[in-house]
């Protein structure tokens, strides 16, 4: 038996996870809520004949992560967790205030954007390294369950405040009034998250949190061999990318589909259907894969359902003319997309950490991440080659992708690891005794 401290401070270091990740969030998807009137406020901005301004401030998220995740990994192993969240905090108050003081220069807007999405760059990388050396073995589940959930909670909140701070309906003479406010409250929003943030953190508890020696570490270049060498990981891999992918491009362009569904206002309602259904879903099917011991099974069954869920919105006014309505109709297909969507992330996530057995645990979630990234970047550019406003065909490609997701899931196989699972983690724990301080 060894005896480990947790000190109580670990739960400010996990409000400083959350508070930067908070900080960071907001800004990439709180223009998608009222994205007629922020394409309408920026029009003529010098980038419009290749993408609206919503798809351009979204995309910059996606593609700096690609191109910075690795470079962020270096930073917080150069310089540690205290200097690299001390870095992120500046990059959102430098973009945040950039926002703030420029809302209506579309180019410094997007160069302010940058900055942030570098900020998110280095937090989401830093996430499991902090919890490991804060958090006991026990305790680690929870506080990762708790940053995630941070996200989703992001994602509700743009969805909730930009309509309401925004005059979106669409035979109000006032329409768009209150854009400049709502960038103006983000922007300062997140600058104070970030600064206390900043404050709260430091780099390791006076003694470590846990006994258990930690996996040893892999580069990216031996991990992608392993990746490779593992068909049911691979395809999980490209599975879940694909869902992500998805998901994300239906909440970068909500207001679109709104509109094209037949949405009069931007009032955010379909974006909010589908985290409802998300949040749902992620609390229930992850604990029930938990209790049953099937990651495949319930994986599998958040890509079945995620067809229906599409095909709903696809054909919400032939459905809506027999029964209810078609607003009706998009808000429930829209909810089935999230059930499934959003619960397949915390499945797929402990899925592909079990079936990569062998490979450090902090590497697969960083390829997920990245590959899932990757993945969005695609789905969202085919969606601005191909159509101008999202129309039935994107809707379609998307339900053939998820098709193809939910074909190529019944090919995985299931974890050897989940049926001794619990026995592992007790022997794990047992191994020692935390004294809370």
């Not at 768009?176 to 953190?201: C, D, T, W």
Request: one cysteine or more; proline letters at 3%.
């Amino acid at each position: 038996m060894k005896s480990v401290r947790a000190y109580r401070y670990r739960w400010f270091i996990l409000l400083s996870l959350v508070l930067l990740i908070l900080s960071v969030e907001i800004h990439w998807l709180n223009l998608s809520p009222v994205g007629r009137v922020a394409n309408d406020f920026y029009v003529g901005h010098g980038f419009q004949r290749l993408m609206n301004p919503v798809d351009l401030m979204s995309l910059t998220y996606l593609v700096v992560f690609v191109f910075a995740s690795i470079p962020s990994t270096y930073v917080l192993h150069k310089l540690g967790i205290r200097w690299a969240i001390w870095i992120a905090s500046i990059l959102v108050v430098i973009g945040s205030v950039t926002k703030l003081v420029y809302v209506s220069h579309f180019n410094l807007v997007l160069v302010g954007q940058f900055f942030l999405a570098l900020a998110q760059a280095l937090v989401l990388t830093s996430i499991t390294e902090i919890i490991s050396r804060w958090f006991p073995i026990r305790e680690r589940g929870m506080a990762v369950g708790l940053t995630s959930a941070s996200l989703y909670f992001s994602l509700g909140v743009v969805m909730v405040l930009s309509p309401l701070m925004v005059v979106t309906k669409a035979n109000d003479p006032a329409w768009g009034s209150g854009f400049e406010n709502m960038m103006r409250f983000y922007g300062i929003l997140s600058s104070l998250l970030a600064f206390v943030a900043a404050l709260l953190i430091r780099e390791n508890p006076p003694t470590p949190s846990s006994s258990i020696p930690e996996n040893p570490k892999e580069d990216y270049k031996t991990s992608f061999k392993t990746l490779n060498a593992k068909a049911s990981l691979t395809g999980l891999v490209a599975i879940f990318s694909i869902g992500w992918g998805v998901l994300m491009t239906l909440f970068i362009k909500i207001d679109e589909i709104s509109e094209y569904l037949g949405f009069a206002d931007s009032n955010g309602f379909l974006g909010i259907a589908m985290l409802a259904g998300g949040m749902v879903g992620a609390i229930i099917l992850p604990a029930l894969s938990d209790r049953f011991r099937r990651r495949k099974l319930f994986f599998m069954f958040c890509n079945v359902c995620s067809v229906p869920g599409i095909l709903l919105l696809v054909f919400c006014q032939q459905i809506g003319s027999v029964i209810l309505n078609g607003e009706a109709i998009a808000l429930i297909g829209s909810s089935i997309v999230g059930l499934s969507l959003l619960a397949s992330i915390p499945i797929g996530t402990q899925y592909a950490a079990e079936l990569g057995q062998g490979v450090s645990e902090e590497v697969i979630q960083g390829m997920l991440l990245l590959f899932s990234q990757c993945a969005c970047i695609i789905i969202l550019s085919i969606s601005v080659i191909l159509v101008q406003k999202y129309s039935t065909l994107m809707l379609i490609i998307l339900g053939v992708l998820l098709a193809g997701g939910m074909i190529g899931s019944v090919f995985l196989k299931e974890s050897n690891m989940i049926v001794t699972e619990e026995e592992r983690l007790k022997e794990a724990i047992n191994q020692e005794i935390v004294h809370l301080q």
